[in-house]
């Protein structure tokens, strides 16, 4: 299987014109050009992308620390045994890979 680029993927703007796309970047590549419908969208869009790979690698290991009983989910940091429940301790690694996929 080929590898993805490394993290930490960057959203770098354009030289400032509202038409230009918005280039998601490592510290030596250009990974890609975020073009579509208006500046605010391009640029949300860029952002979008670049949180979700910076954040895939910690969701993954956190996701799998979870176990799975009778459809329920159990959080080995916090025993957290029902989905309603939202009380992650502050050191969860789910809570923190969670929170930093979030958006701002």
């Known amino acids: ?3 993805h ?4 993927w960057r959203v770098q703007a354009g030289s400032g014109n509202s038409e230009e796309a918005f280039t998601i970047t490592t510290s030596d590549r250009v990974i ?16 979008f992308i670049v949180r979700a ?4 690698a910690a969701l993954v ?14 959080c080995p940091s916090c025993a957290i ?6 009380h992650h301790l502050p050191d969860c690694p ?9 958006p701002d």
């Open 1 to 3: 299987m080929t590898e």
């Open 5 to 8: 680029t490394p993290t930490p």
């Open 32 to 47: 890609a050009s975020v073009a579509g419908e208006g500046y605010a969208n391009r640029q949300a869009n860029a952002a």
């Open 53 to 56: 790979a910076n954040s895939h």
């Open 61 to 74: 290991a956190a996701l799998r620390a979870v176990e799975w009983r009778g459809g329920f989910e159990s």
């Open 81 to 86: 045994v029902r989905p309603e429940d939202s």
């Open 94 to 102: 789910l809570d923190k890979a969670l929170r930093a996929a979030e």
